[in-house]
């Protein structure tokens, strides 16, 4: 009983790293694409000010830097991770080494609306924290495609060198119809 107790903390502390280090594989329906050119405001709470943070996104990653009010514009401040799981979205911002701030560490959480403009909280190192909203770029929603009847096909076990090129399997069968499930089945 004694070895159970020791080994159940050590098996939800394996667990909860093992979500930390897994990003969501990006392109499935539903989810949203965040690949573009940014700017997100972020309001510090208590107190109003807002600064404004660019951000280019590739993929599960980003980079950016942010504009200091009036002043200068600071680029490639920044490195991070982002995931998106359904219209949720995270991002976790630390900032470089060659940075003005480092060690700084900026994590932002929030939704992405039906437009693909994003809002919501964030959180930083030096234990500020408010509210953020895109006010440049947009996500795009990755949509559910139906596949061919060439792939139908093919994946039923259908031989054929010419199926993936033959015009008229290029088109999805018709939704209301059980071809597509029942195609290239005797």
């Given at each position: 009983?004694?070895?159970l ?8 502390v ?6 930390c280090?897994t990003t969501?594989i990006?392109?499935?329906?539903g989810?949203?694409?965040?690949d573009?050119?940014?700017v997100?405001?972020f309001?510090?709470?208590p107190g ?9 996104v590739?993929?599960?990653t980003?980079?950016?830097g ?6 200068p514009?600071?680029t490639?401040y920044w490195?991070?991770?982002?995931s998106v799981i359904g219209n949720q979205?995270?991002?976790v911002a630390p900032y470089l080494s060659t ?16 437009g ?12 500020n924290s ?9 996500a795009?929603l990755?949509?559910d495609?139906?596949?061919?009847k ?6 039923s076990g259908?031989?054929?060198k010419g ?8 088109k999805?069968?018709n939704p209301?119809?059980?071809a597509g ?5 005797k």
């Open positions: 009983m004694k070895r107790i020791k080994i159940i903390p050590l098996a939800l394996v667990i909860a790293v093992i979500f280090f969501p990006f392109g499935a329906p989810d949203w694409n965040l573009g050119n940014w997100i405001d309001t510090k709470v109003g000010d807002t600064y404004s943070h660019d951000m280019v590739s993929g599960a980003a980079t950016g942010w504009e200091a009010g009036s002043g514009i600071y490639n490195g991070a991770t982002v979205v995270d991002i940075s003005a701030v480092f060690p700084y560490l900026l994590t932002f959480t929030g939704e992405i609306a039906p693909g403009t994003m809002s919501g909280t964030w959180f930083d190192s030096k234990g408010g509210t953020w909203i895109s006010t440049s770029g947009a795009t990755i949509e495609t139906p596949p061919t060439a792939e139908n096909l093919m994946k259908v031989p054929g199926l993936a090129d033959a015009p008229g399997l290029q999805p069968f209301k119809s059980q499930e029942k195609a290239g089945k």
